[in-house]
């Protein structure tokens, strides 16, 4: 166990600063945009009568009337004016002026506004990207070509989880993935990794060079033990940025045959109670933030049940339907709630399991990815990616096809 990194002095009788959401109010269209911009995908309306891209999104093809319909197009730009935005009448953009704006021409077609990197200016070619605003709402940004997330840009920063210097609860530490997301986030210069270990410790655990590292803090943590849960962030000492669920118990079974009532009791006890329990005592935690999250990681099967694993689909399954309530809940917040989709991993439980599956390191780093980027939606491997392409295109065909 080390000690804290040091981070900002305040006074502790202070009113804390009020965190301001940007503006909510969008158009059933913006809305569908902003769900393909939470899968990190740059999308535009096309018409299917002219081909024309447009932009902001409509109802109908402003050239033709025609029907539109959602594209992957691509994301460049040039860079055809800018301005500057020193006043505002809205809360949340009088607490971060001035800000900048700029006209881009995509070369998708369409003339847009965005928000504008602060190494770019007029004539710049830019790669603009589709991200999720601290409301969950779709917002073009433009960046440098090479179209790497700047965490100096504080105006960026504002689609972002920032890693560098937070501090940061992970669940379950003592997994093959909790491992691998405390190395990450060490790797990405977290302050403080509350590394949440699941009773009784063992003694490989205490010898462990990841949980060793300087700014990790192993703590006994059980999730579906509500005391566990509450000793274990009494234990944090002081504010929390960024909670990681990574806690799971995969057992094989179904529902007639080769059932077990004590593993499945015990699968949804950890997906969907613990899931509530650990949501719920963080989230006072989190809104005082001004980049909080909550990152839930969340199995392939719970899009469609898996005879093989039944239970365990199930109680994800679960686990998804209360990640949806919470994300709208945490939106008012500027709270952002993440879900990282995976298929099998290269862990204990999936031995048996033949590839593809996920190395646990590749797991983690999508993890930091998916905050670095604002990403709501991730999908990490060919399973998790296939089984949402798949879903996305026709749910019951494909909870037919995956358990032929």
């Not at 937070?166 to 060490?186: C, E, F, N, Q, W």
């Not at 993890?367 to 491997?381: F, N, P």
Request: glycine content about 6%.
């Amino acid at each position: 166990m080390t000690e804290r990194s040091p981070r900002e002095k305040r006074d502790p009788l202070a009113r804390k600063k009020a965190r301001h959401v940007s503006p909510a109010t969008r158009s059933r269209a913006m809305h569908a945009m902003s769900a393909r911009a939470a899968q990190g995908r740059f999308v535009l309306q096309v018409c299917t009568d002219c081909d024309k891209a447009t932009y902001p999104p409509r109802d109908a093809c402003p050239y033709c009337w025609g029907e539109l319909v959602w594209q992957d197009r691509p994301n460049g730009a040039e860079i055809l004016c800018e301005t500057i935005i020193r006043t505002s009448t809205d809360l949340y953009f009088r607490d971060h002026l001035p800000w900048r704006m700029g006209k881009v021409a995509l070369d998708a077609g369409p003339v847009a506004l965005v928000h504008l990197h602060q190494d770019l200016g007029v004539n710049d070619r830019a790669a603009v990207r589709l991200m999720l605003d601290r409301g969950g709402n779709a917002a073009l940004f433009a960046l440098p070509p090479t179209g790497e997330i700047d965490m100096t840009d504080p105006q960026l920063r504002e689609f972002t989880v920032p890693v560098a210097g937070k501090t940061v609860l992970v669940s379950d530490a003592s997994s093959a993935i909790g491992l691998a997301v405390v190395k990450a986030l060490h790797d990405a210069g977290a302050g403080l990794i509350i590394a949440g270990m699941l009773p009784p410790e063992r003694l490989t655990d205490q010898k462990h060079p990841i949980l060793n590292l300087d700014g990790v803090q192993p703590v006994p943590l059980d999730i579906v033990d509500q005391v566990s849960l509450s000793e274990a962030l009494s234990k944090v000492g002081g504010p929390l940025d960024i909670v990681i669920n990574t806690a799971r118990h995969v057992r094989g079974g179904g529902v007639s045959e080769q059932a077990n009532i004590v593993e499945q009791r015990r699968a949804f006890d950890v997906s969907a109670i613990g899931f509530t329990r650990l949501a719920q005592a963080c989230a006072p935690m989190l809104a005082g933030r001004s980049h909080g999250a909550f990152v839930d990681l969340i199995s392939s099967d719970a899009l469609a049940g898996a005879t093989d694993n039944a239970a365990f689909a199930a109680a994800e399954a679960a686990r998804l339907s209360l990640l949806q309530s919470f994300r709208h809940e945490m939106r008012s917040t500027g709270v952002r709630v993440l879900s990282v989709f995976t298929g099998p991993v290269e862990d204990e439980h999936h031995q048996p399991v033949p590839p593809p599956k996920v190395a646990p390191a590749r797991l983690a780093a999508a993890i930091v990815d998916a905050l670095h980027q604002g990403r709501e939606q991730s999908c990490v491997g060919d399973v998790a990616s296939d089984a949402m392409a798949r879903w996305l295109s026709d749910p019951m065909l494909y909870a037919r096809e995956k358990n032929l």
